[in-house]
């Protein structure tokens, strides 16, 4: 069955650097979401991203906080000066439809120093 | 705005009992609803579904029916066992938009 895949599995980072997330969604997919979960707290909704635009974010989304899909097939997470609060499980999801489930990645818990 | 409330865990069960966990929302219009579990370690699965109201999704032995009059989703299994260990979360959108996830209950069986 297709899967989402994220990478790396595990970032750590100094506070103030920047760090990427990568995510590789199912293939025929069009709807990307990234979405995080500070330890033992909820999941929260970040972005969502649809021909090759921001299509909702959330007020975490803030300026430090951009997304990318380069090349057709990575969609990535670009947090610019890391703060210690970015600490977090983060999770990539995809559809294929607007109200068809999302699928998501086993995420990249990014711990920052 | 919309909102998921779940109930308060951890569940604590012996293999075969009976579970529920408890999931109410708050929305507009007409939600799709989502059940998502997450076992140690790993990402969030969907367990099961349902995208209109009296639907009832199923997946492995568990169940859970949209009930629009009292804004319900609760997720049953008649008979739980070691390997359903995890945290189980309720979710809902509206047309693609972003998944709305419940604070998430932990389930914890034992043999």
């Known amino acids: 069955e297709p899967e989402v895949t994220q990478t790396p599995s595990h970032q750590v980072t100094q506070m103030g650097q920047e760090v990427i997330l990568r995510c590789v969604p199912i293939s025929n997919h069009l709807y990307f979401y990234w979405y995080r979960q500070i330890l033992g707290q909820k999941v929260e909704f970040l972005v969502s991203?649809?021909?090759?635009?921001?299509?909702?974010k959330s007020e975490i989304f803030d300026d430090q906080f951009s997304v990318e899909r380069p090349d057709g097939s990575n969609f990535t997470l670009k947090i610019r000066s890391t703060k210690l609060e970015d600490s977090a499980m983060y999770f990539c999801?995809?559809?294929?439809?607007?109200?068809?489930?999302?699928?998501f990645g086993d995420g990249t818990r990014l711990s920052i120093l | 705005g919309n909102s998921v409330t779940q109930m308060e865990g951890p569940v604590t069960l012996s293999e075969e009992a009976f579970l529920t966990i408890n999931c109410t929302y708050t929305a507009t219009g007409y939600p799709s609803l989502f059940w998502y579990v997450q076992y140690p370690g790993e990402g969030l699965q969907l367990l099961l579904k349902?995208?209109?109201?009296?639907d009832k999704g199923s997946n492995k032995g568990f169940e859970a029916t949209y009930r629009k009059e009292t804004t319900s989703f609760h997720l049953e299994k008649g008979s739980v066992q070691v390997s359903d260990s995890a945290v189980y979360f309720c979710a809902l959108n509206q047309a693609g938009t972003a998944l709305i996830f419940g604070k998430g209950t932990t389930l914890s069986v034992s043999s």
């Open positions: 999801a995809s559809g294929n439809r607007e109200n068809q489930p999302q699928h």
């Open positions: 991203f649809y021909n090759n635009e921001i299509s909702e």
């Open positions: 349902a995208t209109k109201a009296d």
